[in-house]
T-cell receptor, first 109, second 115 residues
Framework: RKEVEQDPGPFNVPEGATVAFNCTYS??????FFWYRQDCRKEPKLLMS???SGNEDGRFTAQLNRASQYISLLIRDSKLSDSATYLC??????????FGPGTRLSVLP | EAQVTQNPRYLITVTGKKLTVTCSQN?????MSWYRQDPGLGLRQIYY???????DKGDVPEGYKVSRKEKRNFPLILESPSPNQTSLYFC??????????????FGNGTRLTVT
């Protein structure tokens, strides 16, 4: 089993839709959690850090469930500009950052 | 401005000619890492470093070398590049993994072509 797994995708959704991504991690000692977006052939850019209590930034909401070891990202009112690959990243104290394989989102007009 | 700087952005070279891709960060980060990304594949880690003089292999270290003599620099060395190392390379840095909520900061990438 991979250490960090994500929905395989791709997700094709119409503009204005709500879309949710899930990510599971296997190391119960993981300490930090992030969502990144990556546009084609560009560097990944931080979208959100994920906090235990959940956090929201505009149309984006991230949740962490430590008991079930998963994090989620909800995008409301999808825009064409949201089309990208979304990466789940987990930081393990004293070890390494681990990336999920990414989930591709295409928002269609 | 806090940033990770990679150079060069684009590089075309020939098989067997040693090259170095530089990576520098100005955030006093302990952790630095190199990744490669190929079409249709996710990011794959080459090497990472937890601090000066501490480097570890990632998932695909074969054919690469790194060094961490100073905290701010983490160069990637290809002693004898081969065409299968043609790829897009990213350097990233952060504070100690899992410590606080400091995320990874990425450089702009280096597109390497080996002919």
């Amino acid at each position: 089993r991979k250490e960090v797994e994500q929905d395989p995708g791709p997700f094709n959704v119409p503009e204005g839709a709500t879309v949710a991504f899930n990510c599971t991690y296997s190391n119960s000692a993981s300490q930090s959690f992030f969502w990144y977006r990556q546009d084609c052939r560009k560097e990944p850019k931080l979208l959100m850090s994920v906090y235990s209590s959940g956090n929201e930034d505009g149309r984006f909401t991230a949740q962490l469930n430590r008991a079930s070891q998963y994090i989620s990202l909800l995008i409301r009112d999808s825009k064409l500009s949201d089309s990208a690959t979304y990466l789940c990243v987990v930081g393990n104290y004293g070890q390494n950052f681990v990336f999920g394989p990414g989930t591709r989102l295409s928002v269609l007009p | 401005e806090a940033q990770v700087t990679q150079n060069p952005r684009y590089l075309i070279t020939v098989t067997g000619k040693k090259l170095t891709v530089t990576c520098s960060q100005n955030m006093n980060h302990e952790y630095m890492s190199w990744y490669r990304q190929d079409p249709g594949l996710g990011l794959r880690q080459i090497y990472y470093s937890m601090n000066v003089e501490a480097t570890d292999k990632g998932d695909v270290p074969e054919g690469y070398k790194v060094s961490r003599k100073e905290k701010r620099n983490f160069p990637l060395i290809l002693e004898s590049p081969s065409p299968n190392q043609t790829s897009l390379y990213f350097c990233a840095s952060s504070s100690y993994p899992g410590q606080g909520k400091t995320p990874l900061h990425f450089g702009n990438g280096t597109r390497l072509t080996v002919t």
